[in-house]
């Protein structure tokens, strides 16, 4: 099942978006929640990792919390890097923690429609089966050659 979200619907959450809790980040560079959190936070994002295991470690400059409710203040998006059967719960203890909560941001291959239900029943947007990471990058000009940014391209080639 797949979901089409315009490109102008992507870029306005976005925009919109201030604060973003990454549930299931591991503390692994390899890992994509790792380097998605990473290029997040040096986006402008404030970025807080989310992860029962990694509690009180550092991530990036920002603590490691076990779960949403530790979070303090709230978050513009929940971005989630978990299984899809796994979401369902964690969307629920987001919409009971963050009232003004705007995006559930469901990664590449994760997908419950149930759980987005509930999350728009709320009035809360939801992406599922993205990355914010690459949407960025697609929509702001950050792509080169092959779909990799690059860097710097040569006018040698």
Known sequence: MSEHYSDDYLKTILRGTKRIAVVGVSLNPVRPSNYVARYLGLKGYTVIPVNPGHAGEKLYGQTVVAHLKD?????????????????????????????????????????????????????VEVIMDRCPKIEYQRLFGELRMGGFATGVISSKL
């Not at 203040?73 to 923690?97: K, Q």
């Open 71 to 123: 979070i303090q203040g709230g978050v513009d998006m929940v971005d989630i890097f978990r299984r899809s059967d796994h979401v369902g719960p964690i969307v629920d203890e987001a919409l009971e923690t963050f009232p003004d909560l705007k995006t559930i941001w469901m990664q590449i291959g994760v997908v419950n429609l149930d759980a987005a239900e509930t999350a728009r029943a709320r009035g």
